[in-house]
């Protein structure tokens, strides 16, 4: 039927408009990662937006869909982006590509393609590297200032694709810290430090402890907060899933922190440390696997927050938003369904099942 | 766009969601309200209104005048038609109508002549002398109906009498295009409130606002003057902030009242009654002049259309005799209303109906027409621009896998099919056409199962009454054996006396043969031959 129906106007904003400017608003975190954790990660960043279009155009092909208009409508990309964001910044290439590939062919289009995937595709992707290799995942860089060997470009890459820097050297050399310890990240050091009894007030005197969280991360959080903040006053990210993310993190953490900030971390690291803000701005508010409801937004961003803590303070991975945000995202179509707003014209909503007393 | 920054009169409050669409208004209200040459011919459907089809009184041949009545309400849900100018009744059949899917209903066919002379006319100007029914009957047989666009029969929204306090004059007029009230307030604002005032004789005690958006200035300053000028003080101008759609009834009523019309309800449950402006001009025409309503001003706009503006067009007037008029060649779409609201016409020929308050003759790029649907990403723009406060996206998943019972749970049918949500749609999903296609096929499901229950009803009716047949003949046998078999023992009672003697006989037989069994079963084999 080519039987048209109205409106016939159209306010131009398209999805591909939306996931650039998604891609745009990380830029001040990236600029932020690649200061202080090299190159590595901007070649994490080609190698998964490359990974993301060749999976898939070629699964728009196996699955006989019209292969350009899909292929740049950006999700992909967003989503290689998002995933690219979230990695160590030396990770063996084939790794990235496999997490790539895994979240664009399973997470997406395994479940029907965009739209109707019900899990983060970058957080499966990204889940599925860090329990498969769980070494490689949490081997972070030290950042440029407490750096002993500060990676440069080329070694970045020999890194990358061979395991070993231009001259030969192996990975271990680069984690070196200035003091001669292997670096970890904030969280993972606290982790570390609090299993072996030392408690909060000792290890926040080591190197890799400073300011907000850590040195460089506090950066890179602040940067994907501004970045955060452009989107939700660009209006392409509502306020209610970032909003619930770090209301949620920061209850849950005070809680905690109040009841023994000798072990407990505080809210403010919490917010500036790991993944938070990228979590909250760019992944928690992925549209397609978010609760859609102004209510069920806000209760999917803080049980993202609330989760989120408890993995980082009892679990076995330091940081969590990942699975916090999958955890979420199973609870998103009963979100939505006990959660619609009032509609005009009714007293208030009846949900089913729910008995007429007359 | 130019803001009026005249102050509302009363508080205004907000609705939900809404966009802002370009305005496209100026193209067509910067020159007054021009009179249009009369076509040839003119088509007036029967049915040009909502609700059922109008009666046609005329017959082929029949010379009428402006203004004579060619066709009359069934009495029920419709209103008399009148014709559009003096001529001759050429034809009375199926013509193309003003109708999305093209179909074809009956027209009156007029012939024009030159003349274009109106009838004798009546005017109602005692009105303070006027039962109500006689005012409702007069608005009736003047075949006014709701000129915003829904064609609704005047006299049937102006029934109801108890609890109403507040007529809402809405000349919110937001759809995009769209300029036919806002030039009509601009010429004649004092007949817009002199047919308000009309309407408040038909109720005790009543308020009157105009409702009317903030990208009118001229239009408001012209009802400023009107009220002084008339000296109806107590007329209240609410002015709305530029949204659409603030000129839906239920959204208008929200803004100037801050409620909510309930659901299944009528704004009459909250003492409201909403007319459009040009509504109100055309019942003051009835009683100051007797004149019927025979024409309506209609916006011809569109980057195609040579001359925007807004004329007086007679209904029955073919599209295609107003292009013309307009020089516009040849338009890429052709649309009926505004680009929100409106339908395509899918043929040019058909006539100008009551409810046709635009036509946009666009230009091939100037309206989004086809396009490729992406998927839904959920983002949920379309529930913030609902302002039914629907989910818009539950709805389409729901309505596209065709699960009705769903849909209906998500209040399909609260949806006012306004398009905000389709116009914000980032992904280009024609929202309201799958809205529209579930709300269409679960009405014509309700009307299955009301036939197919009558069809099960009359069905068991059918077969109870064969049953009943069947047993009364059945009964009817009996009785008429058992006569039978009494007349056959009168007859031969001896017969049946040796009968049982040899009965007896053999009954002691049997009794021999099983000399062995016990007392009760011999007992109960005695019972048995007797039984037998």
């Not at chain 1, 200061?35 to 006989?64: H, S």
């Not at chain 2, 009359?72 to 009744?89: L, M, N, R």
Request: hydrophobic content about 45%.
């Amino acid at each position: 039927m080519s039987l048209i129906s109205s409106p016939f106007a159209k306010k131009p904003t398209s999805v591909t408009e939306l996931m650039l400017w998604v891609i745009f608003a990380t830029l001040p975190g990236l600029f932020a990662l690649v200061y202080f954790f090299g190159f590595g990660v901007i070649i994490n960043l080609i190698l998964a937006c490359a990974t993301a279009l060749v999976t898939e155009a070629l699964i728009l092909k196996v699955r006989q869909r019209p292969v350009l208009p899909i292929l740049f409508d950006g999700s992909a990309l967003v989503t290689a982006w998002l995933l690219a964001l979230a990695l160590p910044p030396l990770l063996p290439w084939w790794m990235t590509v496999i997490g790539v590939a895994f979240a664009i062919v399973f997470a997406k289009h395994v479940y029907g393609g965009l739209g109707n995937n019900l899990f983060n595709p970058a957080m499966v992707g990204y889940v599925l590297l860090l329990i498969s290799f769980p070494l490689e995942m949490t081997s972070w860089l030290p950042p440029a200032e407490l750096a002993q060997n500060p990676v440069n470009f080329l070694d970045a890459v020999a890194y990358i694709f061979t395991g070993t820097s231009m001259a030969g050297e192996p990975m271990t050399a680069t984690r070196l810290g200035v003091d001669g310890f292997t670096m970890a990240t904030p969280l993972d050091h606290v982790k570390t430090e609090l299993a072996q009894g030392y408690r909060l007030a000792e290890i926040e005197k080591d190197a890799v402890i400073s300011g907000l969280s850590g040195s460089g991360w506090q950066w890179v959080n602040i940067g994907f907060l501004a970045g955060g903040l452009f989107l939700m006053f660009r209006k392409v990210i509502g306020w209610q899933i970032p909003a619930g993310v770090l209301l949620g993190m920061i209850i849950m953490s005070f809680v905690l922190f109040a009841g023994n900030s000798d072990h407990y971390l505080s809210p403010s690291f919490h917010l500036f440390a790991g993944a938070t803000m990228l979590g909250a701005f760019f992944i928690a508010t992925d549209p397609v696997t978010a609760s859609t409801t102004p209510k069920g937004r806000w209760i999917f961003g803080l049980g993202i927050g609330v989760i989120t803590v408890i993995i980082r303070t009892f679990g076995g991975y330091p940081d969590a938003i990942a699975f916090a945000v999958l955890l979420m995202n199973m609870t998103v179509p009963m979100l939505d369904y006990y959660t619609k707003p009032k509609v005009y014209g009714h007293k208030v909503k009846r949900q089913q099942g729910d008995t007429d007393a007359h | 766009m130019e803001r009026s920054n005249y102050k509302s009169e009363i508080p205004i409050f907000e609705f939900h969601g809404g966009i802002h669409p370009k305005e496209h208004k100026l193209e067509s209200n910067q020159t007054p309200i021009q009179k249009i040459p009369l076509p040839q011919q003119l088509a007036i459907n029967l049915k040009g209104q909502a609700g059922n089809r109008s009666l046609p009184i005329v017959n082929v041949g029949d010379k009428v005048l402006k203004g004579q009545v060619i066709a009359e309400s069934d009495g029920i849900f419709s209103t008399f038609q009148h014709a559009p100018c003096s001529g001759t009744v050429v034809a009375i059949e199926k013509r193309p109508i003003a109708h999305p899917s093209g179909l074809d209903d009956l027209c009156v066919v007029i012939e024009t002549d030159s003349k274009d002379q109106w009838c004798e006319l009546f005017p109602k100007k005692n009105i303070h002398e006027l039962e109500r029914a006689e005012i409702l009957a007069h608005i009736c047989e003047s075949g006014i109906v709701g000129l915003g666009g829904a064609s609704f029969p005047t006299h049937i929204k102006l029934k109801r009498e108890s609890g109403i306090d507040t007529l809402i004059i809405n000349a919110a007029e937001c759809e995009p295009y769209i300029t036919c009230d806002d030039r009509l307030l601009q010429e004649r604002a004092a007949d817009v409130l002199r047919g308000a005032q009309i309407i408040s004789h038909l109720y005790d005690d009543i308020n009157i606002i105009v409702g009317i958006e903030d990208n009118k200035p001229n239009a408001i300053d012209a009802l400023v003057d009107a009220r002084k000028q008339l000296e109806m003080d107590t007329v209240k101008i609410a002015v709305v902030p530029t949204k659409y759609p603030s000129g839906g009834e239920k959204q208008l009523i929200q803004l100037l009242t801050g409620e909510e019309v309930p659901h299944g309800g009528l704004p009459a449950d909250l003492g409201l009654v909403m007319h459009n402006v040009a509504t109100c001009v055309a019942i003051y025409e009835a009683f100051e002049f007797g004149k019927p309503l025979v024409s309506r001003v209609v916006t011809l706009t569109g980057e195609a259309c040579q001359k925007p503006g807004n004329y007086e067009v007679p209904f029955g007037t073919p599209v295609e005799h107003l292009m013309s008029f307009c020089n516009a060649t040849n338009p890429g779409v052709l649309v009926m209303g505004g680009p929100m609201m409106g339908f395509e016409l899918p043929n040019p020929k058909v006539g100008i109906v009551k409810a046709t308050n635009c036509i946009i003759m666009a230009a091939p790029k100037e309206l989004k027409h086809d396009h490729l649907a992406l998927p839904c990403i959920r983002c949920g723009a379309c529930m913030d621009a609902c302002p039914a406060s629907l989910l818009p996206q539950q709805l389409y998943w729901h309505a596209k896998a065709d699960e009705f019972e769903k849909a209906e749970e998500y209040d399909l049918f609260d949806c006012i099919e306004c398009g905000a949500c389709a116009y914000v749609c980032p992904s280009d999903i024609p929202l309201v056409q799958y809205y529209r296609y579930a709300k269409s096929t679960i009405r014509n499901q309700k009307v299955e199962k009301t036939k197919a229950d009558k069809a099960r009803l009359r069905h068991e009716a059918r077969n109870e009454r064969l049953e009943r047949v069947k047993r009364e003949k059945a009964e009817k046998h009996r009785k008429a054996a058992e006569a039978r078999r009494k007349a056959a023992e009168a007859a031969g009672e001896d017969d049946a006396k040796k009968a049982a003697v040899a009965a007896a006989l053999a009954r002691v037989k049997a009794k021999k043969a099983q000399q062995d069994d016990s007392d009760t079963k011999t007992e109960s084999n005695d019972q048995k031959d007797t039984d037998a």
